[in-house]
């Protein structure tokens, strides 16, 4: 019974967060935009901490926001978004998915996987930049409805975060929406 709620709930969501995206966008979309051209799988895989992202309605109200990949048997990846409500200590709220590579730096991420087929339940994932040691990745879709900067550690330093931006402003992306989320010291 919860899952079919849920479900229901998350179906209404993603179709009013369609529309909601359709109106809200942070990237010039006459900018191309670029993806690390090999993203290696494994090492992106385990626990990324949201440094910073854009507006959108499945995050509203969510501070100490992580994301969690591991490989599934058939090739797939399994994601775990956790996020606090309303504070560091606010009720802990998760969101599992599947992802799964669609070319190179793209994933194709679906939060109501029983429901991929349909079209508007898959969301795009781009990895833009991950750096070296994979310590900070930089992630946008085409469309600019939405961005994030995270990392391996709760905070980085002035000069990553800079980087970063460096590379969402690359890619189109307006600076001046772009929030950072609170984070529990480490």
Same mark, same amino acid.
């Given at each position: 019974?919860?899952?079919?709620?849920?479900?229901?709930?998350?179906?209404?969501?993603?179709?009013?967060?369609?529309?909601?995206?359709?109106?809200?966008?942070?990237?010039?979309?006459?900018?191309?935009?670029?993806?690390?051209?090999?993203?290696?799988?494994?090492?992106?895989?385990?626990?990324?901490?949201?440094?910073?992202?854009?507006?959108?309605?499945?995050?509203?109200?969510?501070?100490?926001?992580?994301?969690?990949?591991?490989?599934?048997?058939?090739?797939?990846?399994?994601?775990?978004?956790?996020?606090?409500?309303?504070?560091? /200590?606010?009720?802990? #709220?998760? $969101?599992?998915? *599947?992802?799964?590579?669609? %070319?190179?730096?793209?994933?194709?991420?679906?939060? @109501?996987?029983?429901?991929?087929?349909?079209?508007?339940?898959?969301?795009?994932?781009?990895?833009?930049?991950?750096?070296?040691?994979?310590?900070?990745?930089?992630?946008?879709?085409?469309?600019?409805?939405?961005?994030?900067?995270?990392?391996?550690?709760?905070?980085?330093? /002035?000069?990553?975060? #800079?980087? $970063?931006?460096? *590379?969402?402003?690359?890619? %189109?992306?307006?600076?001046?929406?772009?929030?950072? @989320?609170?984070?529990?010291?480490?």
């Amino acid at each position: 019974m919860f899952r079919s709620i849920l479900a229901a709930t998350m179906v209404a969501a993603l179709s009013l967060g369609a529309l909601d995206a359709a109106a809200a966008t942070y990237r010039d979309q006459d900018v191309a935009i670029t993806t690390v051209p090999e993203l290696d799988v494994p090492r992106y895989m385990g626990l990324w901490y949201e440094i910073a992202r854009y507006p959108n309605n499945f995050e509203e109200n969510c501070v100490g926001v992580t994301a969690e990949y591991a490989q599934r048997e058939d090739g797939k990846i399994k994601v775990v978004n956790t996020c606090r409500k309303g504070s560091l /200590d606010g009720p802990v #709220e998760k $969101a599992e998915g *599947v992802a799964k590579l669609v %070319g190179p730096g793209k994933l194709s991420v679906s939060f @109501v996987p029983w429901l991929s087929w349909l079209p508007f339940t898959n969301g795009d994932y781009w990895v833009l930049d991950v750096t070296d040691g994979y310590e900070v990745a930089v992630v946008g879709n085409p469309d600019g409805s939405s961005g994030w900067i995270l990392a391996r550690e709760p905070e980085i330093s /002035d000069a990553q975060f #800079e980087a $970063a931006t460096a *590379v969402l402003q690359q890619n %189109g992306y307006d600076l001046a929406a772009l929030t950072r @989320v609170p984070q529990p010291p480490k």
